[in-house]
């Protein structure tokens, strides 16, 4: 996920840029709203531009020339008030898997519900708070990533993860640490996937996920703030198993918010200290 752009997303999984992928990959970090616990409203800062900027212009670039080479026998997509056939949203009752690579999910099976459970336990894992600490960062990117491109989607997210500067923007130590009193907080909830193309040995897999990103606790200038994204995953049956070969994220679809209260910094470090995540399956 990118220095300057919310990080995809990425568990992965903000107001800031990770580079997950090649230069397709952006995961975006959600941005703060107002303050509820009272510091004025602020942006949730970004990580270096210069980088972003090339990504950003990259992902325009590749979805362009995607879009005008498209077939024309590309299935069209479903008008709004044609409502997606039940097996496409309905749960398989498909047993989760036993197996864990990295303490990631594995052993996913090979069709369309397999892929789409994969990505989904990965959209968790890139957005994560995995992904701000540098031994844990590693066991993710070996878990999640096809082996051949692992080793350059290391070495970009530990660029964009000890930035020092960007870091310091969204509140923690060189170390990625919070302060003292503080909890930070970076955790991904899919609410659905889509399959975009299948094959045996590939498939593209879109999940739509809501992000929690922020610092809880009394004092907080980055209070933990819920955004929404789709990230796209291009995935490889690797080894008996899916891995990530790359993956791009955009904004939304995002729902209106309710008229609720919100949460106090006590109420809010105490739920996600308390509640635990969850393995995703169709």
Known sequence: MSNDDQYGGGA?????????????????????ASDPY???????PRASRGLVTVVGVVVLLIAAIAFANQSGDTPTTPTADTPPPPASTA??????????NGGIPSGFA???QGAQSAAANFAVALGSDAMFDSARRKAVVQAVYVPSVAAARQSDLDRV??????????GLDSAGKAPKGLQFISRTSPVGTKVEKFSTDAATVSV??????????????????ESWYTNTFELRWINGDWRVADFTQKDGPAPVGRDQRAASAEEMAAAVSQFGGLTYAR
């Open 110 to 112: 090979q069709t369309e």
């Open 208 to 225: 739509w996920h809501s992000t929690l990103f922020g610092l809880a606790g009394e004092g907080s200038k980055n209070p933990v703030a």
């Open 91 to 100: 749960a398989t009752g498909t047993r989760p898997v036993d197996g864990k």
């Open 38 to 44: 009272g510091t004025p409203p602020r942006r949730t």
């Open 161 to 170: 993860y000890t930035d020092a500067q960007f870091l310091a923007r969204i």
């Open 12 to 32: 992965g999984g903000s107001g800031y840029g990770e580079v997950g992928g090649t230069g397709q990959t952006r995961t975006r970090l959600p941005e703060s």
